[in-house]
């Protein structure tokens, strides 16, 4: 335990020092740990963002530092109140300090686009990733093993339910990941640094964590004498604001997603010919992913490999496809899933290709230019960003989760809302040119019967 208790400091520039064991610093200096050196933590942003270069390294670090105030925070309101809550044992810190130092190591480069937007592979937080990553196979994983964190980290990141996941306590969990927690508590204050967009993060917040020893539950205590507490209220419903914030301005922006098609169209054409496969992405950087979807590219047909090659280096130079049609949630609620079962996903591959087919086809047809069409259509569940984070209500016994009382508070439901107008099914061009782009929107119409496009054509293109 004396060693264990040995820490080091580092120099961040968002929170200032932070404190790390030397048991934590022995697993960053796995392979596994740098190379998330070269992933940034917002992918393509900083093509819109040009200081956007932090990195999922760099968020994992800071990641740790807010769990460590959480507990703290934790510990400090049980020795208050000791009947109602339970303490972080340092055992418990050890681990759950760990999983937060890992919990993005399965990261792939661009992984977002191709994971959650594109349902290429599997979720960088599914079981298989974190197996694989923390097998005995790897140095990371060795290293785990040695420390006799691996079966804890493992439970702590996967799913109940997951083989080989052992029961734990639900806080171990939730101090890292959920509505408010570590992870975006880091992120949103990272990311905004990173961006230059204006966020103040009230670090008051940290302090209002408890947990309940009935469940186990993680939660946010919104009563003092039968009474709401309003201030604590609305500070958690400005960190929900400043997450959507940024959803709209950043996460969600139409240049990162049109630069993320580039990358995901180029890696989809690639696993289809079977000449690349979700494996050989686990060991690449957002540099090095790039040349290895051009070695690829020439062990494909040369159709495919001529447009991977295209893609890649129009990502390199930013030569973003453009917008011809937006056809946003809000204006196609009646055909939003029909538009989701069709298009998402791999199952949606085949079905993506034959419409873009049939709008270059047409086009060039009409036009007699050549086109390239990208379809990208994202999944529903993007928009669902319920307010998960338990609270114990005054006059409501136990805790229940905040999304339970949305009726209550109308700024969540407007929130609910704003998220579920976010989903955007948009159909993006290689061109340029105004008209070749209003032919691509004329052509779309007949392609999305009943689809309502909101994107009007800029002269000169988008």
């Not at 964590?209 to 604590?232: T, V």
């Not at 047409?362 to 984070?389: D, H, N, W």
């Amino acid at each position: 335990m004396a060693t264990r208790k040995r820490y080091s400091v580092m120099r961040d520039p968002v929170h200032g020092d932070i404190y790390l064991t030397h048991e934590e610093l022995r697993i960053l200096d796995t392979p596994e740990m740098q190379r998330m050196r070269g992933i940034k933590q917002l992918g393509p942003a900083f093509l819109v963002f040009p200081g956007a270069l932090h990195t999922r390294f760099d968020h994992s670090i800071g990641t740790v530092h807010i769990a460590q105030k959480m507990i703290d925070a934790i510990n400090l309101s049980f020795d208050l109140d000791p009947a109602r809550g339970i303490k972080i044992s340092d055992e418990e810190a050890r681990v759950i300090r760990m999983a937060g130092l890992l919990h993005d190591v399965t990261h792939i480069p661009f992984g977002h686009n191709i994971e959650d937007q594109d349902a290429l592979f599997r979720r960088h937080d599914s079981a298989y990733r974190y197996e694989r990553m923390f097998s005995k196979e790897t140095p990371l994983g060795r290293e785990l093993e040695a420390l006799g964190l691996r079966e804890d980290v493992f439970s702590v990141l996967t799913k109940p339910g997951t083989e080989g996941r052992r029961d734990v306590p639900p806080y171990w969990s939730q101090v890292l990941s959920g509505t408010i927690a570590a992870d975006i508590l880091d992120y949103l204050a990272r990311d905004a640094y990173f961006t230059g967009l204006r966020l103040q993060v009230d670090e008051r917040v940290h302090s209002y964590f408890k947990i309940d020893r009935a469940s186990g539950n993680l939660y946010i205590d919104l009563a003092k004498h039968d009474l709401l507490r309003e201030d604590i209220l609305s500070e958690i419903v400005r960190m929900l604001e400043a997450r959507y914030f940024f959803s709209e301005r950043v996460y969600y922006h139409h240049a990162k997603v049109a630069a993320g098609a580039l990358v995901a169209r180029a890696i989809d054409l690639l696993v289809r010919e079977k000449v690349l496969f979700e494996d050989d992405l686990y060991g690449t950087t957002d540099h090095s992913v790039l040349d290895v979807l051009v070695r690829a590219a020439a062990r494909a047909t040369p159709e495919t490999g001529a447009t991977v090659r295209d893609l890649v280096d129009r990502f390199r130079t930013r030569r973003l496809y453009k917008r011809a049609c937006v056809f946003p949630a809000y204006e196609n609620e009646a055909i939003q899933s029909e538009l989701v079962n069709k298009y998402f996903a791999q199952d949606g591959g085949q079905a993506r290709a034959l419409v873009e087919g049939r709008i270059e086809e047409m086009v060039r047809f009409a036009t007699g230019r050549s086109v390239k069409v990208i379809v990208y259509c994202p999944a529903k569940e993007m928009q669902l960003k319920e307010a998960r984070i338990h609270v114990r209500w005054p006059g409501v016994q136990g805790v229940n989760r905040l999304s339970d009382f949305s009726e209550r508070v109308p700024r969540l439901k407007d929130l609910e809302r704003s998220y579920q107008a976010l989903w955007k099914f948009y159909v993006l061009c290689d061109s340029s040119d105004r008209d070749v782009l209003m032919k691509v929107q004329e052509v779309a119409a007949t392609e999305f019967p009943g689809a309502r496009n909101v994107y009007t054509v800029a002269p000169g293109g988008s």
